[in-house]
């Protein structure tokens, strides 16, 4: 089944404590990117890739990082967490092609304390 | 900055009614997706519309985008309690960048 994968889905943390949320595609898509939701600002961009080794700030990057090593996977860490970003986190896919809509994955839901 | 706007926010409407959202913007995308969530799941892709006045139809959805290529409507016709979700638009500018609307949550009662 082509699908968008991430773990954990739910996690608890304490603010500072590194945390890596990991994300897989098995659908050979160039574009990866992940999202942050919160209610009533949306779904708002955090980083973006257009393939292995290009990634690319989206709009709230700040406390993140990200790599892409492998066409298929794409983590989001954070070095040092924080009550701000508590939040609930999408990984998305799709293909290069402009126009083509993203698959998400189920979502990962951050708590920090 | 694109920005684009949903309207209404929220949407209560009884089983067998009709439904529109609307999503507007100042800036020109070259496509307008929309998708569904559900509650504990990500937005899932019902439809990309790329031509100024295209119309296209899912079922009882019709989906367009305005001639100018900046705003789109989504119209349910004779909905059903499962078409309940936050409905989200999102605008496609050229290269990678994807923008979302705010939502629209939609609740059919039986």
């Known amino acids: 089944e082509a699908q968008v994968t991430q773990n954990p889905r739910y996690l608890i943390t304490v603010t500072g404590k590194k945390l890596t949320v990991t994300c897989s595609q098995n659908m050979n898509h160039e574009y990866m990117s992940w999202y942050r939701q919160d209610p009533g600002l949306g779904l708002r961009q955090i980083y973006y890739s257009m393939n292995v080794e290009v990634t690319d700030k989206g709009d709230v990057p700040e406390g993140y990082k990200v790599s892409r090593k492998e066409k298929r996977n794409f983590p989001l860490i954070l070095e040092s967490p924080s009550p701000n970003q508590t939040s609930l986190y999408f990984c998305?896919?799709?293909?290069?092609?402009?126009?083509?809509?993203?698959?998400f994955g189920s979502g990962t839901r951050l708590t920090v304390v | 900055t694109q920005l684009l706007e949903q309207s209404p926010q929220f949407l209560s409407i009884q089983e067998g009614e009709n439904l529109t959202v609307y999503c507007n913007s100042s800036?020109?995308?070259?496509?307008l997706q929309w998708y569904r969530q559900e509650p504990g799941e990500g937005p899932v892709l019902l439809v990309t519309?790329?031509?100024?006045?295209e119309v296209k139809k899912l079922k009882r959805l019709t989906f367009q985008f305005g001639d100018a290529r900046k705003d789109s409507s989504l119209h349910i016709t004779a909905a059903q309690p499962g078409d309940t979700g936050l409905y989200l638009c999102a605008g496609q500018a050229a290269g990678n960048k994807l923008t979302f609307g705010g939502g629209t949550r939609v609740l059919v009662k039986p």
């Open positions: 800036s020109v995308f070259s496509s």
């Open positions: 519309v790329v031509t100024g006045g």
């Open positions: 998305a896919s799709r293909m290069r092609t402009d126009n083509y809509g993203y698959t």
